[in-house]
């Protein structure tokens, strides 16, 4: 069956450095999301792609978050100036267009 | 504006015991509802979505418009139902997934 990829599996960064978290969503998709989770709260939603640009984004997604596809396969969220509560589990998913949303296994981000 | 509440946030039962775990939504279109299952350390899964109607590992759900509700319910549950069980809604395809805050199934012997 396929699956959404994410690396790494677990991050850790200093407070105010760059980070970059990868994915790799189902060739066949068409739509790609990133989710957070922080530890013992609700899967929240960050940001929609759709043919190559943002479709929707939530409040959480300000100008510190940035998402690219570089190439036909990748998806990366980027996150600018980590801040202690950027520590989260980050979700990665993707969908065709029957509703079947798959998610990867999550990268962990710790910033300390 | 979407909300998903799952109001229990913890739901203890013994084996074999049925389960119900709620999940109401407000939404002022057509709502599209999921159950997502989170097993320890593990991704999320799609355990069920309420346009296929289906059984999955004897879990259903039925969408109630009129109380708006889509609580997931089994007969008889086991202890590897033991998982953080998430309601989520969207408005459309290809729109965003609209998490509860999660309902935690433990099942004991």
């Known amino acids: 069956e396929p699956e959404v990829t994410q690396t790494p599996s677990h991050q850790v960064t200093q407070m105010g450095q760059e980070v970059i978290l990868r994915c790799v969503p189902i060739?066949?998709?068409?739509?790609f999301y990133w989710y957070r989770q922080i530890l013992g709260q609700k899967v929240e939603f960050l940001v929609s792609?759709?043919?190559?640009?943002?479709?929707?984004k939530s409040e959480i997604f300000d100008d510190q978050f940035s998402v690219e596809r570089p190439d036909g396969s990748n998806f990366t969220l980027k996150i600018r100036s980590t801040k202690l509560e950027d520590s989260a589990m980050y979700f990665c998913?993707?969908?065709?267009?029957?509703?079947?949303?798959?998610f990867g296994s999550g990268t962990r981000l710790t910033v300390v | 504006a979407q909300r998903v509440t799952q109001p229990e946030k913890l739901l203890s039962v013994f084996k074999g015991a049925p389960v119900e775990l709620k999940c109401n939504y407000s939404?002022?279109?057509?709502?599209?509802l999921f159950w997502y299952v989170q097993y320890s350390r593990q991704r999320l899964q799609l355990l069920l979505r309420?346009?296929s109607r289906e059984s999955i590992k004897g879990f259903t759900a039925d969408l109630n418009k009129g109380e708006t509700s889509f609580h997931l319910k089994k007969p008889f549950a086991q202890e590897e139902d033991s998982a953080m069980y998430y309601c989520?809604?969207?408005?459309?395809?290809?729109?965003?997934?609209?998490f509860g805050k999660g309902t935690s199934l433990l099942v004991t012997p």
């Open positions: 998913a993707s969908t065709g267009d029957n509703y079947g949303y798959t």
């Open positions: 060739s066949n998709h068409l739509y």
């Open positions: 792609f759709y043919n190559n640009e943002i479709s929707e």
């Open positions: 939404y002022s279109g057509s709502p599209e």
């Open positions: 309420h346009i």
């Open positions: 989520a809604l969207s408005g459309n395809s290809g729109y965003a997934l609209n």
